[in-house]
C-alpha cells in the first residue's frame, strides 16, 4: 500500500504565501507523476498543477504565474509553492500520486492524501 500525507496549510491574508508539502510512503517501486488538486465548497475538485518525470505538465490557468509545483524524487515528495495568494484560492487540496508499488510486475494504482485546508481570508 501507499501514502500520502499533505502538510503546510492553514490561514494566511491576501497576498501572502504557503508552501505544501505531500510525502509518499509505502511499498513503492517508482513514482510517474504527482498532482495537486483542490476542491472549494460546492466546487468540483481541479487539478492545480502536476509534474512528471518529464517535468511539470500542468498549471491551471487562475495559478499561472503565482504556484510554483516542485518535486523531490529521492525523497518521494511533492510540493506547491503558492504566492500572491487570493480569496478565490480558499479550498481544500489534495495531493495525487500515479505510483508502481508492490511487487512484480509493480501495477499501476493512483493514491489520495487526505486533504488539507489552504484559508486566504483577512
Known amino acids: 500500500q501507499v501514502q500520502l500525507v499533505e502538510s503546510g496549510g492553514g490561514l494566511v491574508q491576501p497576498g501572502g504565501s504557503l508552501r505544501l508539502s505531500c510525502a509518499a510512503s509505502?511499498?513503492?517501486?517508482?513514482?510517474?507523476?504527482m498532482r495537486w488538486y483542490r476542491q472549494a465548497p460546492g466546487s468540483q475538485r481541479d487539478l492545480v498543477a502536476g509534474?512528471?518525470?518529464?517535468?511539470?505538465?500542468h498549471y491551471a490557468d487562475s495559478v499561472k504565474g503565482r504556484f510554483t509545483i516542485s518535486r523531490d524524487n529521492a525523497n518521494n515528495m511533492v510540493f506547491l509553492q503558492m504566492n500572491s495568494l487570493k480569496s478565490e484560492d480558499t479550498a481544500v487540496y489534495y495531493c495525487?500520486?500515479?505510483?508502481?508499488?508492490?511487487?512484480?510486475?509493480?501495477?499501476?494504482?493512483?493514491?489520495w492524501g487526505q486533504g488539507i485546508q489552504v484559508t486566504v481570508s483577512l
Open positions: 495525487s500520486a500515479s505510483v508502481r508499488s508492490g511487487t512484480f510486475p509493480y501495477p499501476l494504482g493512483t493514491y
Open positions: 509534474i512528471d518525470n518529464g517535468g511539470v505538465f
Open positions: 509505502g511499498s513503492i517501486f517508482a513514482i510517474t507523476d
